[in-house]
């Protein structure tokens, strides 16, 4: 996983040997604004995923400082009580300038959680606004947690975020309000086109500190579980998670062909910014140079 | 950039003692130094320690004790990783630590020791000098 986070060569061959190895994890996606209760929540969903024997792996992702590159990876204080569990292996990651919620290499180190033989793989992603919506991607059911007191019901109509729900949790339920984001929240969705046949996003209300709606949520989960597997869908969700996974493959390995590209021009990206200003030449043309030459990089080293 | 290793740190407060602000501190500052800080939160056993290091692939461990039980935790945490596979894992310490006992932890395999008062830029010159990333 290290070397995977890292981009190291060799990561590349790792994950092609255990690929065969995915496919059998239900991975859950866990998304919300910062400080709504995801941590809790994924702690909790540990716990009740643990009662049935099932194996959990977790990725829990924070943000990296923009600055120093640093980061501080807390989300294991709230999952404490799964420390030293076996069939419980959590991995903090850092998203290192990656935006959309995850690191860059979220994905890969999900499957390599699932080739590990996990029942179940929780992400948890950084705390986002209203547009990262990538967790949607990686994860088969994705959880959108939400408190009262966010905003008004026009938040409830933006798109992003809430849109790619298949099931919503307003946590921290015992405070003001939760019931009138319930209420918006159902309206929301009775509003929203759609088909025979569609998965109903359900909204659960929980109290992740004090466990109350976990069971209510994991109902939501394993429900959306089966919908998906279910006959005439899951061909479809097969193919969609396949498309997913592809994409974010090719964009992975595009974007170190191009940072490992600049970073072999003398002085690097500062270097490459003076010849543009000083060749008198457009960013434009520089990028094609710098893409052209990360194609032929990519056709020697094969994406490693 | 896309092939370097990062320094990944665990800062730990095993023990009984409610005192984080020093371990919160140090991960601040360990965090503006370039580190990825794993922290863990409050009264860790050297099982849970041990555990987190293993599973976050953490280059190095940095506990915070306050309440005199040095002598015992931190040795445990050391034994803990290396019976694990975790003995390229640097384990460095802050707390009240008397000099008699700083030797004797040393020769423990506690690395680097620090006590109150020390300058944070101290702790990461340590770590700049001490860790590497584990291959």
Known sequence: MRDIDDGMPGAVDALKALYPRTGRAHVVGVTGAPGTGKSTICDRLIGSFRAEGKKVGVVAVDPSSPYSGGAILGDRIRMQEHATDPGVFIRSMATRGHLGGLSASTGDVVRVMDAMGMDVVI???????????????????????????????????????????????????????????VRELQVMLDMRPRREGDWEPPVVKTAAIHGEGIGDLRG????????????????????????????????????????????????????????????????YTAAEEILKGAMDGLKESGGR | MSSTRKLRILVAKPGLDGHDRGAKIVARALRD??????????????????????????????????????????????DLLRARGGEGIAVFGGGIIPDDDMEALRAKGVKGLFTPGTPLAEIVDWINANVTPRQ
């Open chain 1, 123 to 181: 992400v948890e992603t950084v705390g986002v606004g209203q547009d990262e919506i990538e967790v949607a991607r990686t994860a088969h059911t994705t959880v959108v947690v939400l408190v009262p007191g966010m905003g008004d019901d026009v938040q409830a109509i933006k798109a992003g975020l809430l849109e790619i729900a298949d099931c919503f949790a307003v946590n921290k339920s015992d405070r003001d309000g939760a019931d009138k984001v």
């Open chain 2, 33 to 78: 130094a370039g580190f990825e800080v794993i922290y863990t939160g409050l009264h860790q056993t050297p099982e849970m320690i041990a555990a987190a290091a293993i599973q976050e692939d953490v280059d190095a461990v940095g506990m915070s004790i306050m309440s005199g039980a040095h002598m015992v935790l931190m040795p445990a945490v050391v």
């Open chain 1, 220 to 283: 939501a989960l394993d429900r959306h579980a089966e919908w998906a597997a279910g006959s005439g869908r899951s061909g479809q969700v097969l193919t969609d998670r396949r498309k997913s996974e592809l994409g974010e493959i090719m964009r992975g390995m595009i974007a170190k062909a191009v940072e490992r590209r600049i970073e072999a021009y003398p002085g690097g990206i500062d270097g490459l910014a003076n010849d543009v200003r000083a060749a008198g030449k457009d960013p």
